[in-house]
Every structure is written in structure tokens, then in C-alpha cells.
């Protein structure tokens, strides 16, 4: 079984995890940009971070097997700096240019500000100029009216709601979706937002179309193992084989296609080659070069 993770700050996580990811049946993965935990204070910071998404965080997955891609914005918590935001912004477009880069993401509400509201329409609308899709996130807080606001900026902004995914879902704000044509996306977190087995009774209510399912692993208490770990409880559920490909591995593939810089024959196994360097470096420290055929 194939399992695709279609969000995963793996700069965020270590080596080991991607060993443990590969092992799985991990083929590939989305990496949003996103929050890192402390605010950023200048510009620069956001482009050496970009560079690291689009540069050598794709290399490293590539020394393990996995296919890595990633979305490009200025995360909701940090327009609110509305200077920073605006220099960040300026720099954006052309990262939206790069090989791998497949979405403009995450965009979405924090606080639900009048400054994150400007700044989630600009990155919509700079979705619809590039012909990207768009990785939205709903807030922590106030879940339903901020999946609502959402809805609602996504239809006045005039975005094809067939490039937008919707993440972070539950059981209030799943139906505010399906009720839309945006995808569906689930993280899966060991104690907090979805469970393994409220995604498969999700699953049962909800059926299949448009249905992602990510671990949103980060740099706090996650699991990137959860994909996997989803499609086993699929399988203990009665899934058919088919149905957990379908959810775990084509949508979000299909999904993030739409950029016209992924496809599900791109997820044949990768050639693994150790030997390999980026910018001089390598991801061994004295182990013997994996090098496959």
C-alpha cells in the first residue's frame, strides 16, 4: 500500500522519520509553510525558509525514498504584522514560480483580523494569477465561524472551489464543506483535533470523494506516522484495499495535481543515492551510502 501525507512540516523532524516514514509505505509528501513557533521578525527569515522548502528539505526526503513538495505563503498568525507581511508578500510570487511547489499554502484565519482577512485574499487571489490550488486552514478557535468566514471568503474572492482544500476538518465543520465544492482535509493527532477512528466513522457517514486525510506533524506532540496508521484502522474497519488507496494516496494526489507539477506516476519509487550532496552536505554521518539501482 502506497500512502501519500499531503501535510507535513517535515522541517520540523528528524532523519529517523523519514526512515520510519519510507518503511510505512510513505511515497510522498506536502510541506506547508507555515508557523515555526516564535514570531518571525524580518523578511529575510521567511526567504531562507522558503529557500530551505523548496531546496534542501527536498533533498533530504529524496535520500530516503520520498517524493517531497511543498506550499508556499505567509502563515495567518504572522500578517498581523501588516509591514513584515506586505515585504514578505512581495517575494512570495516567485516562489510560487519553483519546481515542487504545488500550492499556495497554509493560508486561512488565526484571530480572524482584519489584517489576516486582507492577506488570505491576497493569497487567494495570487492562487487564481498562478493557476495553484489553495491549502486553507481553519482556526483553533471558534472553529464553525471561522470555517464559515472562510466559505464565504473563498465564494466573494470568486476562486474555483475545486482548487481549494479545507484542512484541520471535524464533525461541526466537515458538513459546512461537503456542502461546497472545496476538498476535505483531516489531521490526525495523537490527542487532539481527529482520532484514526472518528476519521473512519467520518468516513462512513461521509463517503469518499474529496476526503484527505494528513498528520499535520510538526515541531510539537504529533505523529507522522498517522496516514498509515489511518489506513489501518480503515482496514479494521472493513475499508476495501481500493477504498484506502483512494483516500490515503489518490485524492490528495489528484488534489495537488491540479498544479500541473505532480502526478501519480511521478509517486513510482524513487531512486535512492546517498552519495548524493546538496550544497555540499549530506544527510549520513559516517554511515555507509545507501545507493538503489
Not at 506532540?221 to 483516500?247: C, H, N, W, Y
Not at 531512486?271 to 544527510?283: A, C, H, K, M, P
Request: proline fraction near 5%; charged fraction near 25%; hydrophobic fraction near 40%.
Amino acid at each position: 500500500m502506497r500512502y501519500f501525507d499531503p501535510h507535513i512540516h517535515m522541517l520540523s523532524r528528524t532523519t529517523d522519520d523519514y526512515e520510519n516514514m519510507a518503511a510505512a509505505g510513505i511515497v510522498g509528501v506536502v510541506e506547508p509553510a507555515f508557523w515555526q513557533g516564535q514570531p518571525r521578525t524580518q523578511a529575510g527569515t521567511f526567504i531562507d525558509y522558503f529557500d530551505s522548502l523548496v531546496g534542501w528539505e527536498r533533498f533530504r526526503a529524496s535520500q530516503f525514498g520520498i517524493r517531497h513538495y511543498c506550499t508556499i505563503a505567509v502563515n495567518p498568525k504572522e500578517s498581523n504584522n501588516v509591514p513584515l507581511a506586505e515585504e514578505v508578500m512581495k517575494a512570495v510570487p516567485r516562489y510560487l514560480e519553483k519546481d515542487g511547489v504545488v500550492a499556495v499554502g497554509e493560508i486561512g484565519y488565526d484571530d480572524m483580523s482584519d489584517a489576516e482577512e486582507r492577506f488570505f485574499a491576497e493569497h487567494l487571489n495570487l492562487a487564481m494569477e498562478h493557476e495553484l490550488p489553495a491549502l486553507i486552514h481553519t482556526p483553533h478557535r471558534d472553529k464553525k465561524k471561522g470555517t464559515e468566514r472562510t466559505l464565504a471568503l473563498v465564494r466573494e474572492v470568486g476562486i474555483d472551489e475545486e482548487m481549494v482544500i479545507v484542512d484541520h476538518l471535524n464533525e461541526v465543520t466537515l458538513p459546512l464543506v461537503m456542502e461546497t465544492g472545496c476538498w476535505r482535509g483531516h489531521s490526525i493527532y495523537p490527542h487532539t483535533k481527529m482520532s484514526e477512528q472518528r476519521m473512519v466513522a467520518l468516513l462512513k457517514q461521509y463517503g469518499l470523494e474529496k476526503m484527505v486525510v494528513n498528520s499535520a506533524a510538526d515541531w510539537g506532540r504529533s505523529d507522522p506516522l498517522k496516514v498509515p496508521k489511518t489506513g489501518q484502522a480503515m482496514r479494521d474497519a472493513g475499508f476495501s484495499e481500493a477504498d484506502i488507496e483512494r483516500v490515503l494516496f489518490t485524492n490528495p494526489v489528484e488534489f495537488f495535481a491540479q498544479s500541473g507539477r505532480m502526478s501519480i506516476e511521478d509517486m513510482a519509487a524513487a531512486t535512492i543515492d546517498q552519495t548524493q550532496l546538496f550544497e555540499d552536505n549530506s544527510v549520513l554521518r559516517g554511515q555507509t551510502p545507501v545507493v538503489e539501482a
